[in-house]
């Protein structure tokens, strides 16, 4: 115990030092953070990409050719990762979903205890900090992921945090196992493989390790296995997926344009940007004091690598930023208890009472939103899709046949064909093709036109004649299409009327003609083959005057991908205003000046 008391920075509050110091009390934290994740992510439903990606390597294992009869954009790593749990559900006679939900949170497990035996390495005369560095990466890879748990950007920093705690063992001049540089090394390596953006992270590290005091780092392992799993990967490309590369090709630059926002914009305003974007102001008003400054310097870094990772997909959706938005918080929280001096500077003080806002505010609002969640797990709000739980008893009774659905969102069709148990129709999960080829149009306040056969674009083209032939060969027994709001721009792809515009084609329209109008349910028509001899029923006729977009269902009026909570800011502004009054009774400096700062 006394060694503990005389670490080099010890957490000023006495609160957390005690709780720190018992080990029992650690261990109990720990087993809380990841229930209090791990609980939702079983009794919830699986996210749209999540359940997409499962479902074409099932497939792709009973025989369908991945970018041919299953169309994707996405490199083909990801579904050729999902058949070991799509494997291992068959092998244990349970769906693949929970499968794949135990075996990300082993990853995240394991992730943290190795990153916890590397802080050790790198933090040996602190280990109350090693403790609470370790507690707050099993937080952000556990239940702060809660909303994009399994997504690719969870997997990805499952997979790369040590080796981004590794260079920090290089900046410092430290040696490390070669057998642990090569594991640390492939393991990143598959995580940037996941998506091309990710080598922003290796790029910035590399550079960082270069750059540190001069130092020679040429030859490292680690270094080496990324650019090894990189070579090993693409050459497994071309030789198993070689249609990737036309598909990509025809599909690439459009869906870059789907859905995108401007890159300040994202910058600024997309979901999950702005508390890096603090830390790093945190990081620069800060560093001078930093106690340990290897390991300040590589999460800074790698904080703003992922940070401008998620800025270059222009999308500003959440699970982009989750990676920047996780090193964030382990940043605040280091920025927090690793100072060698008390904040007098005005300037100091206020990044110094926002940094423990940031760790406070995150954990707060992660630990209720779990809690809410337990409380109803299965509840609308929880699905990409509000429709989604209304739309399983309809569709279930077709177990085993094939349904048919126009959306421009994955989230239409997935999860709902998997709780269904249902085939997909269409060798797209979604139609998002239509919504890219009319981007600008819908923008406009004219009536929305389509393109002929002639004015289409190839993309378009592929689109129609896939979905054409998909429905000749697989005569899906349900059709549910995402019914057109009015035709006014601030509806954005809501105005996109899937039945007019694809019954232009008369092969579709001949199609159609077996299909009937049964009812509405949410935002969606559901039409099923007619019966002999039964007429066919028109759907209704599209809104035509409305004061706003939808408040509920799949919404896509255009506009930047800004917080708009009001209530989550003024809870920001309190307890930054808490954390500043109380900063001088708890921020007094170290115990002693710091003899390791690395």
């Known amino acids: 115990m006394t060694a503990l008391r005389d670490e080099v920075r010890t957490p000023s509050w006495p609160m957390v030092r005690r709780l720190l110091e018992d080990t029992r009390v650690v261990a109990a934290l720990a087993i809380a953070i990841v229930l209090s994740g791990a609980i939702p992510a079983f009794a919830g439903r699986l996210q749209p990409d999540t359940a997409w990606l499962l479902y074409a390597s099932d497939h792709m294992l009973r025989g369908a050719r991945l970018y041919v009869d299953l169309v994707e954009t996405n490199p083909p790593l990801i579904v050729w990762l999902d058949t070991i749990p799509v494997l291992a559900g068959r092998l244990l006679g349970v769906p693949s979903g929970p499968v794949y939900v135990a075996m990300t949170l082993a990853l995240a497990l394991g992730s943290?205890?190795?990153?916890?035996?590397?802080?050790?390495?790198?933090?040996?005369?602190?280990?109350?900090?090693?403790?609470?560095?370790?507690?707050?990466?099993?937080?952000?890879?556990?239940?702060?992921?809660?909303?994009?748990?399994?997504?690719?950007?969870?997997?990805?920093?499952?997979?790369?945090?040590?080796?981004?705690?590794?260079?920090?063992?290089?900046?410092?001049?430290d040696s490390a196992p070669r057998r642990?540089?090569?594991?640390?090394?492939?393991?990143?390596?598959?995580?940037?493989a996941l998506k091309p953006y990710f080598v922003v992270l290796w790029l910035a590290l590399e550079v960082l390790v270069r750059r540190s005091r001069g130092r020679s780092r040429a030859g490292r392992p680690e270094a080496g296995a990324v650019v090894l799993a990189g070579i090993v990967y693409l050459a497994a490309v071309v030789m198993l997926a070689p249609e990737y590369f036309p598909v990509v090709r025809l599909m690439g630059e459009p869906y870059r344009t789907f859905?995108?926002?401007?890159?300040?914009?994202?910058?600024?305003?997309?979901?999950?940007?702005?508390?890096?974007?603090?830390?790093?102001?945190?990081?620069?008003?800060?560093?001078?004091?930093?106690?340990?400054?290897?390991?300040?310097?590589?999460?800074?870094?790698?904080?703003?690598?992922?940070?401008?990772?998620?800025?270059?997909?222009?999308?500003?959706?959440?699970?982009?930023?989750?990676?920047?938005?996780?090193?964030?918080?382990?940043?605040?929280?280091?920025?927090?208890?690793?100072?060698?001096?008390?904040a007098r500077n005005p300037v100091r003080r206020l990044y110094a009472a926002a940094a423990a806002a940031a760790v406070l505010g995150a954990a707060g609002l992660t630990a209720g939103a779990c809690i809410r969640q337990l409380l109803d797990p299965r509840n609308p709000r929880y699905d990409a899709d509000p429709d989604l739980s209304r739309l399983i008893p309809?569709?279930?009774?077709?177990?085993?046949?094939?349904?048919?659905?126009?959306?421009?969102?994955?989230?239409?069709?997935?999860?709902?064909?998997?709780?269904?148990?249902?085939?997909?129709?269409?060798?797209?999960?979604?139609?998002?093709?239509?919504?890219?080829?009319?981007?600008?149009?819908?923008?406009r306040p004219a009536p929305l036109r389509y393109h002929?056969?002639?004015?289409?674009?190839?993309?378009?083209?592929?689109?129609?004649?896939?979905?054409?032939?998909?429905?000749?060969?697989?005569?899906?027994?349900?059709?549910?299409?995402?019914?057109?709001?009015?035709?006014?721009?601030?509806?954005?792809?809501?105005?996109?009327?899937?039945?007019?515009?694809?019954?232009?084609?008369?092969?579709?329209a001949r199609l159609w003609t077996a299909f009937t109008y049964e009812r509405q349910v949410g935002e969606y028509w559901v039409f099923r083959r007619t019966a002999p001899g039964e007429a066919a029923v028109l759907p209704p006729n599209r809104p035509v005057v409305t004061r706003e977009v939808p408040d509920r269902g799949l919404n896509a009026s255009f506009g930047a991908p800004a917080l708009t909570d009001i209530g989550l800011w003024i809870f920001s502004a309190v307890l930054l205003g808490l954390c500043l009054t109380l900063q001088p009774r708890w921020d007094r400096g170290p115990l002693e000046d710091p003899v390791d700062s690395g």
Request: some cysteine; overall charge positive; aromatic content about 10%.
């Open 112 to 173: 943290a205890a190795w990153c916890g035996m590397l802080l050790r390495r790198i933090l040996p005369k602190a280990p109350l900090l090693q403790r609470f560095l370790t507690l707050l990466l099993l937080a952000v890879l556990i239940p702060l992921a809660r909303e994009d748990f399994g997504e690719r950007e969870h997997l990805f920093l499952a997979l790369s945090l040590p080796y981004m705690l590794l260079t920090v063992l290089r900046h410092q001049g």
């Open 180 to 192: 642990e540089a090569w594991a640390a090394g492939i393991a990143a390596g598959v995580g940037i």
């Open 259 to 342: 859905l995108s926002n401007p890159l300040l914009t994202t910058a600024l305003l997309g979901d999950g940007a702005q508390l890096p974007l603090f830390a790093l102001l945190g990081y620069m008003a800060l560093r001078t004091d930093a106690g340990r400054r290897a390991l300040w310097t590589t999460l800074a870094w790698s904080t703003a690598a992922l940070w401008i990772a998620a800025v270059l997909q222009q999308k500003g959706w959440r699970y982009h930023f989750y990676p920047a938005l996780s090193l964030a918080v382990v940043l605040c929280g280091l920025m927090l208890f690793d100072r060698r001096r008390a």
């Open 394 to 443: 309809i569709v279930a009774p077709y177990r085993g046949q094939s349904v048919l659905m126009l959306s421009w969102s994955t989230a239409s069709a997935f999860p709902l064909m998997t709780y269904a148990q249902v085939e997909n129709a269409s060798r797209f999960n979604h139609l998002w093709v239509v919504g890219a080829a009319y981007w600008n149009d819908l923008r």
């Open 452 to 508: 002929s056969r002639e004015e289409m674009s190839p993309v378009e083209r592929f689109l129609v004649d896939g979905l054409v032939e998909d429905i000749a060969r697989n005569r899906p027994a349900l059709a549910l299409v995402l019914r057109p709001g009015p035709d006014r721009p601030e509806w954005g792809l809501r105005r996109l009327d899937f039945l007019g515009y694809l019954n232009r084609d008369p092969r579709f």
